[in-house]
């Protein structure tokens, strides 16, 4: 069994934690990081058992910039 180290996007809905896996496109949640992370290790384990490829691109993180005016 091999090991793979995927990345974990976490944002917070109201009183849910939501992590997403770009690498692979799961989401999963839970009440604190810790459960979402969890949640979302079982649920991308899941998906690569039923859905196996040996090929993932990492997508590219960056950041940008956006202007507003202040109301």
Known sequence: MKNNLYTAIIHKEEDMFVAECPEVGTVSQGESIESAIKNLREATELYLEEFQ???????????FEVSTENV
């Open 53 to 63: 490829t040996s090929i993932f691109n990492h997508p590219l993180l960056t950041t």
